[in-house]
């Protein structure tokens, strides 16, 4: 031990080497979410334009069912 450091100073730097080891063991955890493709837009929009047509052949052909 070095005699001419106080026991505040060692503790210090024994802090400071603990904090060093410490922090080179830390792992790394990277997150990483794939895009998402939502089609809910595309599939309403089919919908409606089938609901259209259906109404519209009903119409026109009152007796189909």
């Known amino acids: ?3 001419s450091l106080t026991r505040t100073a060692r503790l210090g730097l024994l802090a ?3 904090a060093t080891l410490t922090g ?3 792992p790394t955890v990277r997150l990483e979410v794939a895009p ?3 089609y809910a837009k595309l599939d309403a929009d089919v919908r409606v334009r089938l609901d259209r ?3 519209d ?3 026109e052909n009152p007796n189909l069912f």
């Open 53 to 55: 047509e259906l109404q």
């Open 24 to 26: 080179a063991c830390t």
């Open 16 to 18: 400071l080497a603990a």
């Open 57 to 59: 052949l009903l119409a």
């Open 36 to 38: 998402i493709q939502i």
């Open 1 to 3: 031990m070095i005699p």
